[in-house]
């Protein structure tokens, strides 16, 4: 081979290599379908209720309870009740030996004033006793109350007849229903608290005085509203926004009003229509007209 056609095949493979190089390196243009899709959740806006309720705990309390005290002087000479034991009002929880030296008299009855069932007994056979000294507690637990200390900003949606419910640690799956009994019409100034009543029914007495409990208190119930999760919300510059996805599986950020909410649900009062698909995971990184793919739908 001639010199001259070895420098012709050398710059012929560098003209193609050349080529080549240019058509690796040429922008790939992405179609239609090779546009990245975000993965999210949604869910369909329905229409349901909602109530808004308040949260607070307390103590559980005896609706009625008596500390009992003998009317006499002397010593306790028969026991006939005993702790857990029912009791109707002049029911004798013990007698009293009152003979002093010289003189006899009939022992003396410690009667309950009123129904309910013996909490304490606090003396025994032979104590000394005087109206001073207390011999029993007798509690009523047909209904129990709950006093809650309410802050000052909820007490304008607390009137008295409003529906309540308790939950209590030994009962986790229960719920019992009660009422607003009470309010009282001072806030205590240094707490700037009131205290409200809350009564439960107990004719099983399962409730004990005493139990920790936590109160919800339902002040406001709407039918027939548009609903949302939290997870579709997101909170910005004191506004709330979400994201629907539109036919073309392209989000459109859209700015909500909201109303009450239960339980992480919440009412939407404007921006949104009963069938329209909100994003639920997955709305953080999104930005107006973003296409996504649904990998989940609620």
Known sequence: MSLGEKKYFILLGCAIFGVALLVSCAKKVPTKEEVTKIPVSVIEVRKGS???ALFYVGDIKADDEAIIY??????????LAKEGDSLKKGDILAYIDRDEVGFKFEKAPVESPIDGVVGKVYVDIGTSVSPQVPV??????????????????????IREGQAAQLEADAYPDEIFEGMVERITPVVDLASRTATVQIKIPNEDHRLKPGMFARIKILVKEREDVLIIPRDAIILEDSSNYVFVVKDDNN?????????????????????LDEGEIVVTMGNARLKDGDTVEIIKNF
């Open 136 to 157: 029993g507690l007798v509690v009523n637990m047909d209904v129990v109350e709950v006093e809650v200390n309410v802050v000052e900003r909820d007490l304008p949606k």
């Open 50 to 52: 909602l109530k808004e």
């Open 70 to 79: 003998p009317k006499v002087t002397g010593k306790i000479i028969e026991k």
């Open 251 to 271: 989000v459109q950020r859209k700015k909500i009003e909201i109303g009450l909410n239960e339980d992480n649900k919440f009412e939407v009062i404007n921006g």
